[in-house]
T-cell receptor, first 112, second 109 residues
């Protein structure tokens, strides 16, 4: 089966710009999760979407937002980019109901 | 709030030696615990979940609620076990994972 796919692999932006990251879940999975892996901070939960709805949100400012589409793919949007947003952004998917999460390769976002 | 602690950032053992990667957690409810592994140049993948009580690649982990620990063990380490290991906790009522900071395991020949 195809795994979780994320695009783009790398994204370079400047401060103040906006970034859009995309994720396609494993077929049959309805939940999508976003995590940030910043240097020295470990993996931090960002957002959880299930059946098109935002179900939970981590301790991140509102300029981090996203959505889930009817085909269960998801976008993460980061507005007004700051230098500290430079990180690897990981997407994971699972069957609904808190089943084990399967991760993609991530999108590396670099802010210049 | 839940918290996961992996006290060792780096762990180095010789091939054939036993290995134990420590994980402690704090959570007021009944958590679900996981071990994830990331081999060099590969994606993060699920290794074990405590409710499965299974052995994967020779690794086992037992949830000790009294000590709030979920240590990962293998009796005889192999070079291919060299990787980054993350302990993660899922709260009872939600789906978010809280990760520890990870332990980089190196198995020397």
């Amino acid at each position: 089966e195809a795994g979780v796919t994320q695009s783009p692999t790398h994204l370079i932006k400047t401060r103040g710009q906006q970034a859009t990251l995309r994720c396609s879940p494993i077929s049959g999975h309805t939940s999508v999760y976003w995590y940030q892996q910043a240097l020295g901070l470990g993996l931090q939960f960002l957002l959880w979407y299930d059946e098109g709805e935002e179900r939970n949100r981590g301790n991140f400012p509102p300029r981090f937002s996203g959505r889930q589409f009817p085909n269960y793919s998801s976008e993460l949007n980061v507005n007004a980019l700051e230098l500290e947003d430079s990180a690897l952004y990981l997407c994971a998917s699972s069957f609904t109901g808190g089943k084990p999460q399967h991760f993609g390769d991530g999108t590396r976002l670099s802010i210049l | 709030a839940q918290r996961v602690t992996q006290p060792e950032k780096l762990l180095s053992v010789f091939k054939g030696a036993p290995v134990e990667l420590k994980c402690n957690y704090s959570y007021s409810g009944s958590p679900e615990l996981f071990w994830y592994v990331q081999y060099s140049r590969q994606r993060l993948q699920l290794l074990l979940r405590h409710i499965s009580r299974e052995s994967i690649k020779g690794f086992t982990a037992d949830l000790n609620k009294g000590e709030t620990s979920f240590h990962l063990k293998k009796p005889f380490a192999q070079e291919e076990d060299s990787a980054m290991y993350y302990c993660a906790l899922k709260e009872t009522s939600g789906s978010r994972l809280t990760f520890g900071e990870g332990t980089q395991l190196t198995v020397n020949p």
